[in-house]
């Protein structure tokens, strides 16, 4: 175990995601300046006072970077975490390719510059110097927040909003899944009722923004394809009758599960004017779909996407998971090559992230970390297979415990870039969230943003609507 003392409450969260990445399969705890006691037998603590840090690592005296320190100037938390990164690279041998990123997307860092002026090559020497990252990671970041801008300029910030919808059913709950997600075949006989749920939300929504112009709408879950064609149809007419989606830049819908798919859905979906949808294998070996618990087969998402071609759709995207349980280099390249063969129109790359509300976190106690491989190697063949298919890196973002400490990286072909997913990361335009364990973020001109959160579980969002209706209310009515 790695103890941290600080006494400063605001750092804990940074602290323990810094020294996480460098020890995965520790356990990391943060604690009070007041909790400091001399150090146990075989444990690891780090210890942060007002006006130097003080650092040990197993026993072993590790110096300071006292050069990061200007005086008379205040110690700031990048240069707390710039230090112990350095020190941690020291005492480990090894370094992160974000560097001390944490709690941060790397896409804000670069936007910001690019607002100041800054040329690239200041850029990629603030981040280095800064923040320790990588001149590939910087580049990278720096290519996407350019690609993101041009890519927004379009949306309507101050008079519109974006529309995500909730559908919290899927055929069963994979291993690394911590979304709001419930088996169909338990709630099978509660669709109506949690459509009609939701349709109350709708209705508030869009009598609430009559006069704001709807950019996206992305239903997502879940997996909504668990619906049935007629329940999809309700919802989508419920859609298209209530809100003018004559503006609509991108429609998505999260087909997702290739056992979810039919030829009947994807027409209803063509028909109701969807413009993009997801396939999603997460990996195509077999064996690791059957880990995972996934109920489809590689053969199944062949079929499910081709089925989706003949329909008519020529944006789909499919997503990808990079250190999942058991596979190698050269796994993620067959997956890879498989890929290319259907040949979709976005590729999203996922670093696998360890989420504490998972059944991964009890699968790894009981089969070991050490199962679990990400590298560069096998970022860099999801890369160049993204490249292969004439597909640019457009939006990333990282998130805490991820395998190799890498990203996740959306990648597509020209015009071909998924808007919403952008929207959602760089909290740029108001995204209203209906449906069970939605978050509405209402971002207001000077960049403030606050937020409102519907209730996870099923029965109680169905009993509580009011509740989430108002809570909306408070968020969304226009101030005077």
């Not at 370094?95 to 607002?115: C, D, E, Q, V």
């Not at 009722?193 to 996206?216: G, P, S």
């Not at 997503?319 to 999203?348: F, M, Y």
């Not at 990203?407 to 760089?426: S, W």
């Amino acid at each position: 175990m790695i103890k941290v003392y600080t006494n400063r409450e605001n750092y804990q969260y940074d602290l323990h995601a810094l020294i996480k990445a460098f020890y995965p399969d520790q356990e990391v705890k943060v604690f009070g300046e007041d909790s400091y006691q001399e150090q146990e037998n075989g444990w690891a603590s780090i210890r942060f006072l007002e006006d130097k840090m003080e650092t040990v690592f197993a026993m072993c005296k590790v110096k300071e970077y006292t050069n990061l320190y200007k005086k008379d100037q205040p110690i700031t938390k990048n240069t707390y975490k710039l230090s112990l990164y350095r020190n941690l690279c020291d005492y480990t041998g090894k370094t992160l390719p974000w560097g001390n990123l944490t709690g941060i997307r790397p896409t804000k860092i670069s936007m910001g510059l690019l607002a100041e002026k800054k040329d690239d090559a200041t850029i990629v020497e603030q981040m280095r110097t800064l923040y320790a990252v990588s001149d590939q990671k910087a580049r990278l970041s720096l290519e996407i927040a350019k690609r993101e801008r041009q890519i927004l300029d379009k949306i309507h910030y101050r008079d519109g909003y974006s529309l995500y919808i909730g559908i919290p059913f899927c055929p069963t709950t994979c291993l690394y899944c911590s979304f709001t997600s419930y088996p169909i075949t338990v709630w099978r006989t509660h669709i109506q009722e949690y459509l009609e749920a939701l349709f109350r939300e709708i209705d508030f929504i869009a009598k609430t923004y009559q006069n704001k112009i709807v950019d996206t709408i992305y239903i997502g879950g879940g997996t909504p394809t668990t619906l049935e064609a007629n329940e999809l149809e309700i919802l989508l007419k419920k859609i298209q009758d209530t809100f003018d989606i004559t503006n609509v830049q991108e429609f998505t819908v999260e087909a997702g599960r290739a056992d979810s798919i039919t030829r009947e859905k994807l027409d209803v979906l063509k028909q109701y004017r969807v413009t993009r949808i997801s396939v999603n294998p997460q990996t195509m070996q077999d064996k690791t779909l059957r880990i995972i618990g996934r109920q489809h087969t590689s053969d199944q998402v062949r079929e499910a996407f081709l089925m989706a071609r003949e329909a008519g759709f020529d944006n789909i995207n499919m997503d990808l998971i990079l250190g999942l349980p058991g596979e190698l280099e050269e796994d993620v390249q067959d997956t890879i090559n498989q890929i290319k063969q259907l040949g979709p129109d976005n590729l999203t790359v996922h670093s696998l992230a360890v989420k504490r509300a998972s059944n991964l976190s009890q699968w790894i106690e009981k089969n070991g970390i050490e199962m679990f491989h990400n590298t560069d190697a096998t970022m860099e063949i999801a890369a160049k297979g993204a490249a292969d298919m004439n597909m640019k890196p457009y939006y990333l973002y990282r998130q805490k415990n991820m395998s190799g400490n890498f990203e996740n990286v959306g990648y597509a072909q020209e015009n071909k870039y998924g808007i919403y997913n952008i929207l959602i990361m760089e909290e740029v335009q108001t995204i209203v969230a209906l449906g069970a364990g939605g978050i509405s973020k209402r971002v207001y001109d000077d960049g403030r943003i606050e937020r409102c959160e519907n209730v996870k579980d099923v029965s109680q969002y169905i009993n509580r609507i009011d509740e989430m209706i108002e809570r909306k209310k408070q968020l969304l009515t226009p101030d005077e």
